[in-house]
């Protein structure tokens, strides 16, 4: 059973930045996208970027030039640099796990394994 603990959260002015860590145990597939979501309060979850195992990204159109997502597949690590925060970042990011492909759909209901979230607060 594939476990992952997020963490790396905080609370940050406007501007600010923050790195998010996704620790992956018991993680033995080969073909996998690995992803960041986030929820905030009253609003559905939301696909932020996605990683696959070939190390092809995609990033929700909002966070791209802001967000890098990156792995260390040794240390079996995801990552979300998250630049020039702005308040409607202000949101629980979680990580997952989808093994059904390769290739990264960043849809929730196509993952199957998740972290419990890290909550990332920016003030403006």
């Known amino acids: 059973q594939v476990q992952l603990v997020d963490s790396g959260g905080g609370s940050v002015q406007a501007g600010g930045s923050l790195r998010l860590s996704c620790a992956a145990s018991?993680?033995?597939?080969?073909?996998?996208?690995m992803a960041w979501f986030r929820q905030a309060p009253g609003k559905e979850r939301e696909g932020v970027a996605g990683?696959?195992?070939?190390?092809?990204?995609t990033y929700a159109d909002s966070m791209k030039g802001r967000f890098t997502i990156s792995q260390d597949s040794a240390k079996n690590t995801l990552y979300l640099q998250m630049n020039s925060l702005k308040p409607e970042d202000t949101a629980k990011y979680y990580c997952?796990?989808?093994?059904?492909?390769?290739?990264?759909?960043?849809?929730?209901?196509?993952?199957?394994?998740w972290g419990q979230g890290t909550q990332v607060t920016v003030s403006s």
């Open positions: 997952a796990v989808a093994t059904w492909s390769d290739y990264c759909v960043i849809a929730p209901s196509l993952f199957l394994y």
């Open positions: 018991a993680f033995t597939y080969s073909s996998y996208c």
């Open positions: 990683i696959d195992s070939h190390g092809r990204t």
